[in-house]
């Protein structure tokens, strides 16, 4: 969500998005923990260019409420146009 209106901001209207999750958990000590996400977002979007939209992706991953509520945890991003 935080992509769309990201987008939206910039001027372009995304027709999908689409971000699958990979979630790493390992044992640390005695327990397990998250240890790295992995993101991976396609999208749609008439009149971007591949880099305007990672530089859009990647600032709205770091300006996301739940990216920063996961701070602790190393959080990757691979963004692509479809």
């Known amino acids: 969500m ?3 209106v990201a987008l939206g901001k910039a ?3 995304p ?8 979630v790493r958990l ?9 240890t790295r996400i ?3 977002t396609v999208g749609q979007v008439p009149n971007i ?7 859009i992706a990647e600032a709205a991953k770091e300006n996301c409420p739940v990216s ?6 190393e959080i ?7």
């Open 26 to 34: 390992e044992k640390v000590g005695d327990a397990f923990s998250i």
């Open 15 to 22: 027709e999908t998005i689409s971000t699958e999750a990979s």
């Open 38 to 40: 992995d993101l991976t």
């Open 68 to 73: 920063k509520a996961l701070k602790a945890v």
């Open 11 to 13: 001027g372009f209207a």
């Open 76 to 82: 990757t991003l691979s963004a692509r146009l479809q």
């Open 49 to 55: 260019d591949e880099a305007q939209f990672k530089t």
């Open 2 to 4: 935080a992509l769309s």
